[in-house]
């Protein structure tokens, strides 16, 4: 018997979020009417770059998506922010289809991708670290190292010439639908935010407040405008701000628990029936 606990997921359309920017949504049920973005994204500047390749789980709807608003033949690079499956879900139908692109990552995600994935092109390819760049002809896209991540191959996008950065998995959020965090409930912020960001980078609690503070000033002091991440909603202005703030009082804060067997027994009775839990 096969156990889904969600109803389908609905249905997230290419969002222009800055200038030559793209958010490629999908949206998957995450209960009580909460839904967990799975996002990546494109630039379509004079070299189109996408960042990201979506999840396994999205692949075909991504293709159909992200090919929407960039043609394949065009696309001239593939910034991988890091190896984990969900960003990486069309990376080789992107390579395929997309000749002309060359895939920026690193060595670390290449020696942990090729463990569990056909062997990539290393002739297609650039390492680039944090602190470095690429020029994708009309803008130099800029590296750097996400204050939250969950792979230690991480690397956030910055592009100067929109004020778009790219923050890969910091930043996570339920939502009730919209991908605009000024559409969502101030509380929901206030809360889920700080309780995903803490799932993904538990180690927050052994941080130095003062060191730690350091890293997210280096970031925040790229002066984006729009924040784009994997599993939230985008992010300006003021809820831009406060996502900044919080992340500073990440440090040496308590890990905030996950859910445990509680919710799986919740899940089972929802799906299965009172009994069949133990
Ligand atoms: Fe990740
Ligand atoms: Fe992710």
Same mark, same amino acid.
């Given at each position: 018997?096969?156990?889904?606990?969600?109803?389908?997921?609905?249905?997230?359309?290419?969002?222009?979020?800055?200038?030559?920017?793209?958010?490629?949504?999908?949206?998957?049920?995450?209960?009580?009417?909460?839904?967990?973005?799975?996002?990546?994204?494109?630039?379509?500047?004079?070299?189109?770059?996408?960042?990201?390749?979506?999840?396994?789980?999205?692949?075909?709807?991504?293709?159909?998506?992200?090919?929407?608003?960039?043609?394949?033949?065009?696309?001239?690079?593939?910034?991988?922010?890091?190896?984990?499956?969900?960003?990486?879900?069309?990376?080789?139908?992107?390579?395929?289809?997309?000749?002309?692109?060359?895939?920026?990552?690193?060595?670390?995600?290449?020696?942990?991708?090729?463990?569990?994935?056909?062997?990539?092109?290393?002739?297609?390819?650039?390492?680039?670290?944090?602190?470095?760049?690429? #020029? $994708?002809? =009309? %803008?130099?896209? /800029?590296?750097?190292?996400?204050?939250?991540?969950?792979? @230690?191959?991480?690397?956030? +996008?910055?592009?100067?010439?929109?004020?778009?950065?790219?923050?890969?998995?910091?930043?996570?959020?339920?939502?009730?639908?919209?991908?605009?965090?000024?559409?969502?409930?101030?509380?929901?912020?206030?809360?889920?935010?700080?309780?995903?960001?803490?799932?993904?980078?538990?180690?927050?609690?052994?941080?130095?407040?003062?060191?730690?503070?350091?890293?997210?000033?280096?970031?925040?002091?790229?002066?984006?405008?729009?924040?784009?991440?994997?599993?939230?909603?985008?992010?300006?202005?003021?809820?831009?701000? #406060? $996502?900044? =703030? %919080?992340?500073? /009082?990440?440090?040496?804060?308590?890990?905030?628990?996950? @859910?445990?067997?509680?919710? +799986?027994?919740?899940?089972?009775?929802?799906?299965?029936?009172?009994?069949?839990?133990?």
């Amino acid at each position: 018997m096969t156990v889904t606990p969600h109803p389908a997921a609905p249905a997230a359309s290419p969002e222009l979020i800055a200038p030559d920017t793209w958010l490629i949504p999908h949206l998957v049920p995450a209960g009580e009417g909460l839904l967990l973005p799975v996002n990546s994204m494109v630039i379509r500047g004079r070299e189109p770059v996408i960042v990201d390749t979506g999840a396994p789980a999205h692949r075909a709807s991504w293709l159909d998506k992200a090919f929407s608003v960039v043609e394949p033949e065009d696309v001239r690079w593939i910034f991988l922010s890091h190896d984990d499956g969900d960003h990486t879900g069309a990376l080789f139908d992107v390579l395929e289809r997309c000749p002309q692109a060359t895939l920026v990552t690193n060595w670390f995600s290449v020696e942990r991708l090729a463990l569990e994935k056909p062997a990539l092109p290393l002739h297609r390819m650039r390492w680039i670290e944090p602190g470095g760049s690429f #020029d $994708a002809g =009309d %803008r130099v896209l /800029q590296l750097f190292r996400p204050p939250v991540f969950d792979g @230690p191959t991480s690397r956030g +996008l910055f592009d100067p010439k929109s004020g778009a950065m790219w923050i890969v998995d910091s930043f996570a959020c339920l939502t009730p639908g919209s991908l605009d965090a000024r559409e969502l409930p101030a509380e929901l912020l206030a809360n889920c935010m700080p309780a995903l960001n803490s799932a993904v980078s538990p180690w927050h609690a052994w941080l130095d407040p003062q060191v730690y503070g350091r890293h997210v000033d280096a970031v925040e002091g790229y002066g984006a405008r729009t924040v784009a991440s994997a599993h939230g909603p985008v992010l300006r202005g003021e809820t831009l701000d #406060d $996502a900044f =703030d %919080r992340l500073r /009082q990440m440090a040496g804060a308590s890990i905030i628990p996950t @859910p445990g067997q509680g919710l +799986l027994d919740q899940m089972l009775v929802a799906v299965m029936g009172e009994g069949v839990a133990a």
